[in-house]
Each structure stands twice: as structure tokens, then as C-alpha cells.
T-cell receptor
Framework: DTGVSQNPRHKITKRGQNVTFRCDPI?????LYWYRQTLGQGPEFLTY????????KSRLLSDRFSAERPKGSFSTLEIQRTEQGDSAMYLCASTAKATGELFFGEGSRLTVL | AQKVTQAQTEISVVEKEDVTLDCVYETRDTTYYLFWYKQPPSGELVFLIRRNSFDEQNEISGRYSWNFQKSTSSFNFTITASQVVDSAVYFC??????????FGTGTRLQVFP
């Protein structure tokens, strides 16, 4: 296993379209996190899963955003009716321990035109 | 409230200079964890160090060292004899009574030859 994998790496879409990102965590990690990072800012927490259960969602996650982790392995983050303000890097991370460091993927960059 | 402040937005040094990146955190919890991550131009966040609140020993790893001081709520990062490959954005992060990492806004380090 080579680490956290995210795809697509880049997505350009028109405003109003739906987009979906996928994250494959490190295989033995039961916790999976989604963060968003805009230019010049640090990563901002969106949501996280322990196995298939979504345990916390940020206020940043409007009702246009939905995340799933159906079998406790890979996760998807869907954004419906995209807006220009959704343009950002979407980062996925995983960890095996609640207090451990997060291992991040390379991110999925979204550009909404 | 939990917060991480990295007051230095950007630092420029010449190769072989020592440089210290500042991190100040806020939390009311007695048990917490502090982290440093490096984000090179490629974009992937790379874990550097994790420290728990009960261990104030300073740590050294090669050219990297960390100074943790609870009295000033600081967790500063020093690179000795900087190299061009150290050029990146460095993030300090905090995890306390929740399972998520809260990141600072980052410090961009540019090391010139």
C-alpha cells in the first residue's frame, strides 16, 4: 500500500454541475477525514468517518455537500450545484488511531467556472 | 475555543541560515496533541512531528528541532542550516478534545541558494 489515494486530481466544472471525489485510505486505517484548503490558508475540517459511520460534520459542509463511506473503506465527497466559492483543494486523510497523525493524499483540485 | 496561530506568513532565508517558525496554540483542554506538517509545491501534506501535552521535552531530528513550551502555549520549529529543498509551506496543527486536527494558516518558507 502506497498511501492515501485521491481522484480525480483535477476537476474543472461549470457552475451548477455536480462533482464527486473519491478517496482510498491506507488499508488498515479505520478513520478517514475530508478537509478543504483554499489558496493561502490552512486545511479546514469538513467531516470524518470511523469505519462507515460519519461522526462529525463541519458547519462548512452545507447541504450541497455529502460524504459517504459505505463499506468503511473508500469514501466519496459529492458537491451538488457547484458554486465558484467551492473552488479549492479537497484533501483526504486517514489514520489508525484517534490521537495519531493524519496521512494525507495529494488532494483533488476543483475549479468552478 | 481551539485555535492555532502562525503569525509569520512568509519567511525568506539564504541557504545555510537557521530559521525558526513560530506556532502559538489555544485550548482549554489539558490533554492535547500538536503537529507540524510540511506542504511542498507538489501539494501533499507531509507529517513531520507529533507531540502530546504531557511531554515537553524538546526534540531533534537531523536538522529539524522543536521547542514545546506550555507556559507560552508555543510549539516552535527550527530548521538548522536550511537548504533549498526545505522551501515549502509549513503548518502547525492542534488536536485536543475532538478527533479533528485544527490547522494554522501556515508559514511559507523560501530558501534561496
Amino acid at each position: 500500500d502506497t498511501g492515501v489515494s485521491q481522484n480525480p486530481r483535477h476537476k474543472i466544472t461549470k457552475r451548477g454541475q455536480n462533482v464527486t471525489f473519491r478517496c482510498d485510505p491506507i488499508s488498515e486505517h479505520n478513520r478517514l477525514y475530508w478537509y478543504r484548503q483554499t489558496l493561502g490558508q490552512g486545511p479546514e475540517f469538513l467531516t470524518y468517518f470511523q469505519n462507515e459511520a460519519q461522526l462529525e460534520k463541519s458547519r462548512l459542509l452545507s447541504d450541497r455537500f455529502s460524504a459517504e463511506r459505505p463499506k468503511g473503506s473508500f469514501s466519496t465527497l459529492e458537491i451538488q450545484r457547484t458554486e465558484q466559492g467551492d473552488s479549492a483543494m479537497y484533501l483526504c486523510a486517514s489514520t489508525a488511531k484517534a490521537t495519531g497523525e493524519l496521512f494525507f493524499g495529494e488532494g483533488s483540485r476543483l475549479t468552478v467556472l | 475555543a481551539q485555535k492555532v496561530t502562525q503569525a509569520q506568513t512568509e519567511i525568506s532565508v539564504v541557504e545555510k541560515e537557521d530559521v525558526t517558525l513560530d506556532c502559538v496554540y489555544e485550548t482549554r483542554d489539558t490533554t492535547y496533541y500538536l503537529f507540524w506538517y510540511k506542504q511542498p509545491p507538489s501539494g501533499e501534506l507531509v507529517f513531520l512531528i507529533r507531540r502530546n501535552s504531557f511531554d515537553e521535552q524538546n526534540e531533534i531530528s537531523g536538522r529539524y528541532s522543536w521547542n514545546f513550551q506550555k507556559s507560552t502555549s508555543s510549539f516552535n520549529f527550527t530548521i538548522t542550516a536550511s537548504q533549498v529543498v526545505d522551501s515549502a509551506v509549513y503548518f502547525c496543527a492542534l488536536r485536543s478534545n475532538t478527533d479533528k486536527l485544527i490547522f494554522g494558516t501556515g508559514t511559507r518558507l523560501q530558501v534561496f541558494p
